[in-house]
């Protein structure tokens, strides 16, 4: 089973700032990563889907990218509303099967 | 715009049966290609897939939850449900029911909280 790590478990940020969080896998993924963000009593909200593509209505200050094992969220320049935590996703065709990283929290410094 | 509800008991006692409900809007459980999946987050705050199921009633569950779990569909009344048999204190988690196609899901309930306790 492919274990997805995510770092740093707390970042510290200010609105402005570049933030990048991490995604490893345990093994090499030729599957199909996604990225959730989720504020405090809400469900999660799709933000990238296939390691880089934006969902709908998801700013472009939100990016996504890597391959192999090594997966990135960056944020380019931070607004107040991305204080949240962020899960990524992991899919794969067979076996059926979907695993959810641990999170990253990003709160404001 | 879809808009899917959780709902079910809050409190369920360790040996019995957890059931819940997905009501679905704007759109029908089975239109081709959409999935429906639950997926539950621990107090932890840990996210984990339960299972999903297919438009066409296929479904696939967590090894860790399978010999437990149940999900299936009932397209009359547009719905969801999941039967988790046997719960423990380590089932108290909020379920979400929320649906994808070809790819994550994209829209997801509200989630509904399930405590298990004596």
């Known amino acids: 089973e492919i274990v997805l790590t995510q770092s740093p478990a707390t970042l510290s940020s200010s609105p402005g700032e570049r933030a990048t969080l991490s995604c490893r896998a345990s093994?090499?993924?030729?599957?199909?990563l996604a990225w959730y963000q989720q504020k405090p009593g809400q469900a999660p909200r799709l933000l990238i889907y296939d390691t880089s593509n934006r969902a709908t209505a998801v700013p472009a200050r939100f990016s996504g990218s890597g391959s192999g094992t090594d997966f990135t969220l960056t944020i380019s320049s931070l607004e107040p509303e991305d204080f949240a935590v962020y899960y990524c996703q992991l899919r794969y065709n067979w076996p059926p099967r979907v695993t959810f990283g641990q999170g990253t929290r990003l709160e404001i410094k | 715009q879809v808009q899917l509800q959780e709902s079910g008991p809050g409190l369920v006692k360790p040996s019995e049966t957890l059931s819940l409900t997905c009501t679905i809007s704007s759109a029908s459980v089975n239109s081709p290609g959409y999935y429906w999946s639950w997926i539950r987050q621990t107090p932890g705050k840990e996210l984990e897939w339960i299972g999903y199921i297919y438009y066409n009633g296929n479904t696939n569950y967590s090894p860790s939850l399978k010999s437990r779990v149940t999900i299936s569909a009932d397209p009359s009344k547009n719905q969801l449900s999941l039967k988790l048999i046997s719960v423990t204190t380590a089932d108290t988690a909020v379920y979400y029911c929320?649906?994808?196609?070809?790819?994550?899901?994209?829209?997801w309930g509200q989630g509904t909280l399930v405590t298990v306790s004596s």
């Open positions: 929320a649906r994808g196609k070809g790819g994550p899901e994209d829209y």
């Open positions: 093994q090499i993924i030729t599957s199909f």
